[in-house]
């Protein structure tokens, strides 16, 4: 397990401004879990890992990898491994050259080394390619390089920096599968750090979300997107209509949260009831489902997604409705 304990990490900068990248930040990360730090650019997120890798110190608090405090220990010295965002794989040196270069640096026997070489090319399915160079690899393959080669000297900890990001989505989508499937058959902790919600909910078990150097939520993806605690996690996670209480006639203390899927829009001259009543403003196809916007008499407006249903158009009066029980009520 990695946790770490009322962590907080400060730097300075030219003008001897300090910038406070995380504020006292405490996390559990469980053994054989894939755990993802996800937030926007400048929250803290790849700060906290490369803490956790031993780039760089904290100014306060605890890191305890596996119960040990790791405050003293190296980089290549701690249980962990790291993929970049770049790959950062050697372009003189074959597939199987990269894959086997941190194994040399252990000094590990050659006979070990080519035998792990083996068994990560296999793992990441690329056992054709150990002769080839890096420039003779897709992005999709270079990619699978640098997780074997991270993965070859067997550390308990994986940590992945934005791995993905680089890739055109079609690609993107093939890694995110193969991550989880070698997260699964090597039982080892995955560390993900992203910007990009969907990445998050499809590949975690569970996520912190992390807003300017604060952790703000811990939880399984189902958890997250159906229980947000706070505006900024409901709205930075999936598709969120955050409807003011006053437009609703309820608390204008409070902001009510639906999810665009939950929302029924349906012609007003049915005489049909619910929440509220507005005009359609804009329709988006989106193959399988169709995105309504809708102004409300209040003026707030809000989304609905639908898959099929009543056929409206631009202009049109409706009602709009929802199960109160997928609502989430949250403090203004």
Known sequence: MIDIQSVSKSFVTRDADPVHALNEVSLEIYDNEFFTLLGPSGCGKTTLLRLIAGFEAPSSGVIRIAGS?????????????????????????????????????????????????????????????????????????????????????????????????????????????????????????????????????????????????????????????????????????????????AALGRDPAKTIVVRPEHIVVSPASDGARGHARGAVSAITFLGSDTLYEVVLEEGARLHSRSRGGAALATGDMVVVDWARDVERELAN
């Open 69 to 245: 405090n790791v405050a003293a220990l190296p980089p290549q010295k701690r249980p962990v491994n790291t993929v970049f965002q770049s790959y950062a794989l050697f372009p003189h040196m074959s597939v199987a050259e990269n894959i086997a270069f941190g194994l040399e640096m252990q000094n590990a026997p050659k006979s070990l080394i080519d035998e792990r070489v083996r068994e990560a090319l296999e793992m990441v399915r690329l056992e054709g390619f150990a002769t080839r160079r890096p420039a003779q690899l897709s992005g999709g393959q270079q990619q699978r390089v640098a997780v074997a080669r991270a993965l070859a000297p067997k550390p308990s900890v994986l940590l992945l920096d934005e791995p993905l990001s680089a890739l055109d989505l079609k690609l993107r989508k093939g890694m995110q599968s193969e991550l989880k499937r070698l997260q699964r058959e090597t039982g080892i902790t995955f560390v993900l750090v992203t910007h990009d919600q969907e990445e998050a909910l499809a590949m975690s078990d569970r996520i912190a979300v992390m807003r300017s150097g604060d952790v703000l939520q811990v939880g399984t993806p189902r958890d997250i997107y159906d229980n947000p605690q706070d505006r900024f996690v409901a709205d930075f996670i999936g598709e969120s209509n955050l409807l003011p209480g």
